[in-house]
């Protein structure tokens, strides 16, 4: 089993999703309930992008104790400083770097060569290295890049003084099978990798974050970024609490574990979806309104005589109060029977019959008009 450090950035690439933005005291409250969840590291802001974002990532990096705090830089000087300022009050700091790696990016973004990109990544690691132990390196568009290249920058900000260093799905282009063998590759070939964590960061535009990121997981890594919610730029980042639980619920296959206080989990994806104001879907899984709601008769009734029957989590699990059996058309007698029981009413067979044809009238009556 190993252990997978859990990597929330709710308020930097979260805070990036279209409609999206939070004020100081709703950052540092949410950072104090992921806190409270046992994140491993806060990401707390693009600390050059504003004085707003440099004050709150200043602010939660003196108050919020327990998980590292970082901040996010580009590789140039002035942003590094900034995010060195920023987090210097936290009790564990680090600087997080992100540079291009994909030829498209390097060509048609950045419009250097592969050579002077990969300098900027080893100066600007060198640089951050003087204010900061812990330094992590993103090689953004890294499932868009030549295998070689990226290889070749991996070695060389490890030797830099990396500490971290994450592989970025920035456009939601990888597959799980094909991302799993990316991360083999860089393990087998970055004759350094061992001085260095190694991270994933996977984007939702294929729908594939969690897969993707749960096939790095897999293949060996040490770190997953996300967010709750699975909020985020464009179609958002991977889902935290869904990796968390497939995690939890699937450690045989996976082989790994978070150190996540599951209790929380509902409690921090509801207060992130109000203060943000994205609601989350019904069916979204594991805190979406449906996941533990039970509507057709003939799972009410399993579930009544068993829950293992429909639910492979229970819903106190993640810090919900129960499962919830929905009267509806496809309600049968055990279900309503239940509900009763529930609110109080013992009846006898031949009541319940009649309470059950008087409930299906009504409700048909209902749904018709
Ligand atoms: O998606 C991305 O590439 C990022 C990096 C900054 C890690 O958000
Ligand atoms: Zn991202």
Redesign the pocket.
Known sequence: MHKVDIFDTTLR?GEQSPGCSLNAAEKLEIAYQLARTGVDVIEAGFAASSPGDFAAVKTIAEQVRGPVITA?ARGVRSDIEAVAEAVKPAERPRIHI?VSASDIHLERKMRKSKDEVLQMGVDSVRFARQFCDDVEY?T?DASRADLDYLSRTLEAVINAGATVI?L?D?VGYAVPGEWFETFMAVMNRVPNIDKAKISV?C?NDLGMGVANSLEAIRAGVQQVEGCFNGIGERAGNASLEEIIMALHMRSDYYNAYTDINLKELYRTCQLISNRMGMPIPRNKAIVGGNAFAHSSGIHQDGVIKDRSNYEIISPELIGLETSDIVLSARSGRAALSYRLKALGYELTQDELNEVYQRFLARIIHKNSS
Request: glycine residues 0%; proline residues 10%.
């Open positions: 690439d996010l992100v993103s953004e994450n970025p920035t960061h984007h």
